[in-house]
């Protein structure tokens, strides 16, 4: 397998920085916003934009995690595990909801992280964030803040590395020849 590095460190840090600019202007009073990040590595990147966020603006964004997997439409009964869809119990009610996760490929995720949402209550409206967009949707679902557009072949995997979790910061896409 082929490898090569397609966001370093310092560029990620730029695309969090982006992101969060993006985020302040378009919710301007930044009330009611709620991050929603999905498990495992959109917690992460979320809780990087919060701190970005507080940085900039001063605006301490509640942050929460999200399991999606049992909103899953690609994983049999057998295999979902329904516990713990989200870290605490909260009220999303009236609540723009920025949804992070790391990459968005065929939408699925998105798909179910909207499911979940919808199950623990009724938002004002909700916003996606993805450090990476590799394309190849197989639903009508597009992120609103993107770190990185970059298009690849099915064959082909995107791996999001962070320093929290893989003890390095990058993003590499993965060839199989």
């Known amino acids: ?5 397609i966001l370093d460190e310092l560029q990620i840090q730029r695309a969090i920085t982006r992101i969060s ?3 302040l202007e378009r919710n301007r009073s930044g009330e009611n ?3 929603l990040g999905i498990l495992t590595r959109g917690y992460n990147i979320a809780e990087r934009i919060q701190n970005k966020i507080k940085e900039i603006d001063g605006l ?3 942050l929460y995690s999200l399991n999606v997997r049992s909103y899953r439409d690609d994983i049999t009964i057998d295999e979902k595990n329904v516990i713990d869809v989200i870290s605490e119990d909260i009220d999303l009610n009236d609540k723009v909801v920025i949804l992070v996760d790391d990459v968005i490929f065929t939408g699925r995720t998105a798909r179910a992280a909207l499911d979940a949402i919808v199950d623990l209550g009724r938002p004002k409206k909700v916003q996606l964030v993805s ?3 590799r394309g190849h949707r197989e639903l009508p679902i597009r992120a ?5 557009n970059v298009p690849s072949s099915r064959n082909e995997k995107i791996k999001v590395n962070l320093l929290e979790i893989d003890g390095v910061d990058n993003v590499e896409i993965l060839k199989t020849e």
């Not at 397998?1 to 590095?5: A, E, I, Q, W």
């Not at 609103?144 to 990185?148: E, L, Q, S």
């Open 144 to 148: 609103d803040y993107v770190g990185k």
């Open 60 to 62: 301490n964004v509640p």
């Open 21 to 23: 600019n993006e985020i």
């Open 33 to 35: 916003l709620i991050f």
């Open 1 to 5: 397998m082929n490898k090569s590095v």
């Open 131 to 133: 450090l990476i967009d």
